[in-house]
C-alpha cells in the first residue's frame, strides 16, 4: 500500500484543525501557511471531508472550520477513506481478479498486510494523536513559524 499526498495531507490537515479549532475556528489559509500544502487542494480535500461529515464550516468574520464531532471520534482510516484513498495493499482491489481473472499467489498475503493496515488506522484517532507530546511541540512551532512568516510579509507589504 501506497499512501499518496491526498491521504497524508487529509490527515495533516485535520490534525492541523483538531488542534488549532479548540479555540476558534480555523481558515483553510491558516493550515496552508502553517502545513505548506496549496490552498486549491485544501479546498479540494476539505469539500470531501465535509461531505463525510467531519468537518463544518463556521460563517463570518472570525469562520473558519471546525470539527463536526470530537477528536476522539474521528479515526486516521476515515479520514483516509473520506477522501477517496484505499487502505489497500492488493493489486487488484481486493477483488481476488488479479492473476488471470483470479487470486495470485500472493493475494491472501496482502489482504492481511491491508487488514492490519485498516486496523491500525482505525485504532488511533484525531483525539490520542493530540495528546502526544511530540505532536503538541510541532504544532506550536508551526504556528510560531507562521506568524513569523505573517509578520515578514507584513513588513514587506505583501498579503499574507
Known amino acids: 500500500m501506497r499512501l499518496t499526498t491526498k491521504g497524508r495531507y487529509a490527515v495533516t490537515a485535520m490534525?492541523?484543525?483538531?488542534?488549532?479549532?479548540?479555540?476558534?475556528?480555523?481558515?483553510?489559509?491558516?493550515?496552508?501557511?502553517?502545513?505548506?500544502?496549496?490552498?486549491?487542494?485544501l479546498e479540494q480535500l476539505f469539500a470531501r471531508l465535509r461531505r463525510a461529515g467531519m468537518v463544518k464550516g463556521v460563517r463570518g468574520?472570525?469562520?473558519?472550520?471546525?470539527?463536526?464531532?470530537?477528536?476522539?471520534?474521528?479515526?486516521?482510516?476515515?479520514?483516509?477513506?473520506?477522501?477517496?484513498?484505499?487502505?489497500?495493499?492488493?493489486?487488484?482491489g481486493g477483488e481476488g481478479n488479479c492473476q488471470n481473472n483470479q487470486a495470485c499467489l500472493t493475494h491472501d498475503l496482502w489482504m492481511g498486510l491491508s487488514e492490519q493496515i485498516r486496523h491500525y488506522l482505525t485504532d488511533i484517532s484525531l483525539g490520542v494523536l493530540l495528546e502526544r507530546h511530540q505532536i503538541q511541540e510541532v504544532a506550536r512551532r508551526q504556528e510560531q513559524e507562521a506568524q513569523h512568516v505573517i509578520v515578514v510579509h507584513r513588513q514587506n507589504g505583501v498579503s499574507a
Open 61 to 92: 468574520p472570525g469562520g473558519g472550520y471546525k470539527l463536526s464531532r470530537k477528536a476522539s471520534e474521528i479515526n486516521i482510516a476515515d479520514i483516509i477513506s473520506a477522501v477517496d484513498e484505499p487502505l489497500d495493499s492488493t493489486k487488484c
Open 15 to 41: 490534525l492541523d484543525l483538531a488542534f488549532h479549532s479548540q479555540k476558534k475556528p480555523v481558515t483553510l489559509t491558516e493550515i496552508a501557511t502553517r502545513q505548506t500544502i496549496s490552498l486549491s487542494y
